[in-house]
Protein backbone atom coordinates (compact mmCIF):
# COMPACT_ATOMS: atom_id res chain seq x y z
CA UNK A 1 0.00 0.00 0.00
CA UNK A 2 1.46 3.52 -1.14
CA UNK A 3 2.06 5.89 2.07
CA UNK A 4 0.48 9.15 2.48
CA UNK A 5 2.30 12.46 2.70
CA UNK A 6 2.70 13.38 5.78
CA UNK A 7 1.27 16.76 5.09
CA UNK A 8 -1.71 14.77 4.52
CA UNK A 9 -1.35 12.67 7.34
CA UNK A 10 -1.57 15.70 9.51
CA UNK A 11 -4.82 16.18 8.00
CA UNK A 12 -6.50 12.94 9.48
CA UNK A 13 -8.09 12.58 12.36
CA UNK A 14 -5.90 11.38 15.81
CA UNK A 15 -8.44 9.30 17.32
CA UNK A 16 -12.14 9.93 18.60
CA UNK A 17 -13.35 13.30 18.21
CA UNK A 18 -12.82 15.74 20.91
CA UNK A 19 -15.59 15.94 23.54
CA UNK A 20 -17.21 19.58 24.20
CA UNK A 21 -15.09 20.98 26.96
CA UNK A 22 -15.31 23.42 29.96
CA UNK A 23 -13.06 26.12 30.81
CA UNK A 24 -13.51 24.71 34.08
CA UNK A 25 -12.14 21.56 32.96
CA UNK A 26 -8.51 22.49 33.93
CA UNK A 27 -9.51 22.98 37.50
CA UNK A 28 -9.77 19.35 38.52
CA UNK A 29 -7.66 18.08 35.74
CA UNK A 30 -4.57 20.42 37.54
CA UNK A 31 -5.96 18.91 40.87
CA UNK A 32 -5.45 15.35 39.36
CA UNK A 33 -2.10 16.01 38.58
CA UNK A 34 -1.08 17.97 41.69
CA UNK A 35 -2.24 14.63 43.72
CA UNK A 36 0.57 12.83 41.86
CA UNK A 37 3.26 15.06 42.48
CA UNK A 38 1.97 14.71 46.16
CA UNK A 39 2.03 10.93 45.44
CA UNK A 40 5.33 10.32 44.16
CA UNK A 41 7.74 13.36 44.78
CA UNK A 42 6.19 14.69 48.08
CA UNK A 43 5.65 11.07 48.80
CA UNK A 44 2.68 12.02 50.95
CA UNK A 45 0.04 8.64 50.38
CA UNK A 46 -2.59 10.49 52.32
CA UNK A 47 -2.85 14.00 51.37
CA UNK A 48 -2.63 12.73 47.56
CA UNK A 49 -5.49 10.54 48.01
CA UNK A 50 -7.57 12.80 49.24
CA UNK A 51 -6.05 15.33 46.46
CA UNK A 52 -7.45 12.91 43.85
CA UNK A 53 -10.82 12.42 45.54
CA UNK A 54 -11.67 16.38 45.32
CA UNK A 55 -10.27 16.38 41.89
CA UNK A 56 -12.73 13.37 40.93
CA UNK A 57 -15.68 15.27 42.82
CA UNK A 58 -14.94 18.73 41.14
CA UNK A 59 -14.70 16.76 37.95
CA UNK A 60 -18.54 15.07 38.65
CA UNK A 61 -19.82 18.38 38.69
CA UNK A 62 -18.77 19.42 34.79
CA UNK A 63 -19.21 16.47 33.32
CA UNK A 64 -19.35 12.86 33.20
CA UNK A 65 -16.88 12.49 30.17
CA UNK A 66 -14.50 14.61 32.46
CA UNK A 67 -14.95 12.49 35.76
CA UNK A 68 -14.56 9.32 33.62
CA UNK A 69 -11.45 10.24 32.01
CA UNK A 70 -9.71 11.53 35.40
CA UNK A 71 -10.50 8.51 37.10
CA UNK A 72 -8.64 6.43 34.79
CA UNK A 73 -5.63 8.65 35.02
CA UNK A 74 -6.30 8.00 39.30
CA UNK A 75 -6.81 4.48 39.04
CA UNK A 76 -2.56 4.42 37.12
CA UNK A 77 -1.37 7.07 39.68
CA UNK A 78 -3.28 4.90 42.79
CA UNK A 79 -1.59 1.46 41.16
CA UNK A 80 1.67 2.78 41.12
CA UNK A 81 1.74 4.71 44.60
CA UNK A 82 0.75 1.73 46.51
CA UNK A 83 4.11 -0.22 45.45
CA UNK A 84 7.28 0.90 46.18
CA UNK A 85 8.97 3.47 43.40
CA UNK A 86 12.52 1.85 43.49
CA UNK A 87 15.22 0.91 41.28
CA UNK A 88 15.64 -2.42 43.20
CA UNK A 89 16.42 -5.09 40.59
CA UNK A 90 15.30 -7.89 42.37
CA UNK A 91 12.58 -10.64 40.68
CA UNK A 92 10.54 -10.16 43.56
CA UNK A 93 10.40 -6.32 43.56
CA UNK A 94 10.56 -6.55 39.36
CA UNK A 95 7.37 -8.80 39.76
CA UNK A 96 5.43 -6.14 42.31
CA UNK A 97 6.49 -2.87 40.40
CA UNK A 98 6.18 -4.60 37.02
CA UNK A 99 2.59 -6.12 37.76
CA UNK A 100 1.53 -1.77 38.92
CA UNK A 101 2.85 -1.08 35.77
CA UNK A 102 0.70 -3.51 33.53
CA UNK A 103 -2.31 -2.33 36.16
CA UNK A 104 -1.65 1.26 35.40
CA UNK A 105 -2.10 0.92 31.43
CA UNK A 106 -3.82 -2.21 31.43
CA UNK A 107 -7.33 -0.92 33.03
CA UNK A 108 -7.53 2.57 31.63
CA UNK A 109 -7.04 1.27 28.34
CA UNK A 110 -9.66 -2.11 28.96
CA UNK A 111 -12.06 0.97 30.43
CA UNK A 112 -11.57 2.83 27.30
CA UNK A 113 -11.82 -0.28 24.32
CA UNK A 114 -14.49 -2.14 26.39
CA UNK A 115 -16.25 -0.56 28.69
CA UNK A 116 -17.05 3.12 27.15
CA UNK A 117 -15.74 1.91 24.01
CA UNK A 118 -14.63 5.39 22.71
CA UNK A 119 -11.26 3.94 22.61
CA UNK A 120 -9.68 7.32 23.30
CA UNK A 121 -6.50 5.70 24.23
CA UNK A 122 -4.30 3.78 21.68
CA UNK A 123 -0.55 2.64 21.20
CA UNK A 124 0.34 3.72 17.57
CA UNK A 125 3.02 1.52 17.01
CA UNK A 126 2.31 1.10 13.01
CA UNK A 127 1.66 4.65 11.93
CA UNK A 128 2.34 3.70 7.95
CA UNK A 129 3.94 7.18 7.69
CA UNK A 130 7.55 7.36 7.69
CA UNK A 131 9.78 9.35 10.07
CA UNK A 132 10.79 12.86 8.16
CA UNK A 133 14.30 13.77 7.98
CA UNK A 134 14.23 15.92 11.23
CA UNK A 135 12.69 13.32 13.05
CA UNK A 136 15.69 10.84 11.91
CA UNK A 137 17.99 13.60 12.62
CA UNK A 138 16.97 14.01 16.15
CA UNK A 139 17.69 10.45 17.00
CA UNK A 140 21.64 10.69 16.70
CA UNK A 141 21.31 14.37 17.53
CA UNK A 142 19.22 12.36 21.47
CA UNK A 143 22.34 9.98 21.61
CA UNK A 144 24.57 13.44 21.50
CA UNK A 145 22.80 15.33 24.03
CA UNK A 146 22.17 11.96 26.51
CA UNK A 147 26.56 11.77 26.26
CA UNK A 148 26.98 15.11 27.03
CA UNK A 149 24.55 15.31 29.76
CA UNK A 150 24.50 11.66 31.48
CA UNK A 151 27.52 11.51 33.11
CA UNK A 152 27.71 14.91 34.24
CA UNK A 153 24.18 14.86 36.22
CA UNK A 154 24.53 11.31 37.33
CA UNK A 155 28.23 11.10 38.53
CA UNK A 156 28.60 14.22 39.87
CA UNK A 157 25.61 14.64 41.52
CA UNK A 158 26.39 11.11 43.00
CA UNK A 159 22.47 10.93 42.15
CA UNK A 160 24.34 7.15 40.45
CA UNK A 161 23.79 5.55 44.19
CA UNK A 162 20.30 5.02 43.72
CA UNK A 163 20.93 2.32 41.54
CA UNK A 164 22.84 -0.93 42.11
CA UNK A 165 25.97 -1.63 41.61
CA UNK A 166 25.96 -4.29 39.21
CA UNK A 167 29.32 -6.15 37.69
CA UNK A 168 28.04 -10.08 37.15
CA UNK A 169 26.36 -10.70 33.35
CA UNK A 170 22.70 -11.15 35.71
CA UNK A 171 22.86 -7.90 37.46
CA UNK A 172 24.17 -6.21 34.11
CA UNK A 173 21.15 -8.18 31.81
CA UNK A 174 18.54 -6.80 34.72
CA UNK A 175 19.75 -3.65 34.82
CA UNK A 176 19.38 -3.26 30.65
CA UNK A 177 16.02 -4.88 30.99
CA UNK A 178 14.47 -2.75 34.04
CA UNK A 179 15.67 0.76 32.64
CA UNK A 180 13.99 -0.04 29.25
CA UNK A 181 10.88 -1.45 30.62
CA UNK A 182 10.61 1.67 32.48
CA UNK A 183 11.50 3.79 29.66
CA UNK A 184 8.70 2.40 27.07
CA UNK A 185 5.95 2.11 30.15
CA UNK A 186 7.00 6.13 30.87
CA UNK A 187 5.74 6.76 27.30
CA UNK A 188 2.21 4.15 27.94
CA UNK A 189 1.23 5.83 30.85
CA UNK A 190 2.49 9.58 31.32
CA UNK A 191 1.94 10.29 27.20
CA UNK A 192 -0.78 7.39 25.54
CA UNK A 193 -2.60 7.44 28.77
CA UNK A 194 -2.49 10.81 30.88
CA UNK A 195 -1.52 13.33 27.85
CA UNK A 196 -4.45 12.15 25.94
CA UNK A 197 -6.84 12.24 28.22
CA UNK A 198 -6.13 15.24 29.37
CA UNK A 199 -6.27 16.89 25.90
CA UNK A 200 -9.47 15.76 25.36
CA UNK A 201 -10.59 18.17 28.54
CA UNK A 202 -8.25 20.76 28.34
CA UNK A 203 -5.70 23.11 25.22
CA UNK A 204 -3.29 20.83 24.29
CA UNK A 205 -0.74 22.95 26.15
CA UNK A 206 -2.33 22.52 29.72
CA UNK A 207 -2.59 19.00 29.21
CA UNK A 208 1.42 18.99 28.13
CA UNK A 209 2.27 20.82 31.27
CA UNK A 210 0.17 18.60 33.83
CA UNK A 211 1.32 15.28 32.37
CA UNK A 212 4.91 16.84 32.37
CA UNK A 213 3.95 17.00 36.18
CA UNK A 214 3.29 13.85 36.61
CA UNK A 215 6.23 12.15 34.74
CA UNK A 216 8.82 14.47 36.62
CA UNK A 217 7.41 13.54 40.09
CA UNK A 218 7.61 9.65 39.32
CA UNK A 219 10.60 9.82 37.99
CA UNK A 220 11.98 11.70 40.92
CA UNK A 221 10.50 9.02 43.32
CA UNK A 222 12.32 6.72 41.35
CA UNK A 223 16.01 8.00 42.28
CA UNK A 224 16.05 11.19 39.76
CA UNK A 225 16.93 13.63 42.43
CA UNK A 226 19.35 16.97 42.31
CA UNK A 227 18.49 18.76 39.55
CA UNK A 228 16.70 16.39 37.49
CA UNK A 229 13.19 18.12 36.96
CA UNK A 230 15.29 20.53 35.36
CA UNK A 231 15.85 18.38 32.14
CA UNK A 232 12.98 15.58 32.98
CA UNK A 233 10.27 18.53 32.54
CA UNK A 234 11.60 19.46 29.12
CA UNK A 235 11.88 16.28 28.26
CA UNK A 236 8.26 15.04 28.76
CA UNK A 237 6.63 18.60 27.36
CA UNK A 238 9.40 17.51 24.51
CA UNK A 239 7.76 13.68 24.31
CA UNK A 240 4.32 15.17 24.40
CA UNK A 241 4.72 17.49 21.48
CA UNK A 242 6.51 14.27 19.12
CA UNK A 243 3.37 12.47 19.93
CA UNK A 244 1.34 15.10 18.93
CA UNK A 245 3.22 15.61 15.67
CA UNK A 246 4.42 12.22 14.69
CA UNK A 247 1.42 10.07 16.17
CA UNK A 248 3.42 7.52 16.84
CA UNK A 249 4.26 5.35 19.89
CA UNK A 250 7.24 4.10 18.47
CA UNK A 251 9.06 6.86 17.73
CA UNK A 252 8.73 8.61 21.11
CA UNK A 253 9.87 4.95 22.53
CA UNK A 254 12.66 4.99 20.35
CA UNK A 255 13.99 8.76 21.65
CA UNK A 256 13.37 7.32 25.23
CA UNK A 257 15.14 4.41 24.49
CA UNK A 258 18.24 6.00 23.48
CA UNK A 259 18.64 8.23 26.46
CA UNK A 260 18.07 5.30 28.70
CA UNK A 261 20.78 3.37 27.16
CA UNK A 262 23.17 6.26 27.58
CA UNK A 263 21.97 6.39 31.22
CA UNK A 264 22.54 2.67 31.20
CA UNK A 265 25.95 2.72 29.89
CA UNK A 266 26.96 5.61 32.54
CA UNK A 267 25.47 3.54 35.36
CA UNK A 268 28.03 0.86 34.72
CA UNK A 269 30.82 3.31 34.57
CA UNK A 270 29.96 4.71 37.51
CA UNK A 271 30.09 1.47 39.69
CA UNK A 272 32.91 0.30 37.84
CA UNK A 273 34.82 3.20 36.35
CA UNK A 274 37.84 1.14 34.71
CA UNK A 275 34.88 0.05 32.55
CA UNK A 276 33.47 1.72 29.34
CA UNK A 277 35.94 4.72 30.24
CA UNK A 278 34.46 7.21 27.60
CA UNK A 279 32.77 9.33 29.10
CA UNK A 280 33.57 13.63 30.31
CA UNK A 281 32.71 14.76 33.59
Same mark, same amino acid.
Given at each position: MRQQPRAQADALPAGPAKPAT &??????PAALVSASGFLLFAWQDRLSGFLL?? =????? =? =?? /????LLVDLALIGVGLSAMSLVPITTDISTEHMSVMGTAMVLAV?? @?????? +?? #?? $??? *?RFPIRTGQPWTR?????? @????? *?????? @?VYMIRTGVYTNWPAVSDPDGIA????? #? &???? /?? $???FFICTAFTLLRRHVPDWQANLLQAVLFTSF????GF???? @?? +? /? +?? +?ALLQARLFTVTRSLSYIVSVHLLFDFVLFLVLIHAHNREWIDIFLY
Open positions: &NPLSVVLA =AALAV =A =AF /ISRRGI @PYSVSR +FV #TR $DHA *IAEKWYL @PAVLV *IGYALM @PRLFLG #T &NVLG /IW $DELLWELHSWA @PF +F /I +FP +F
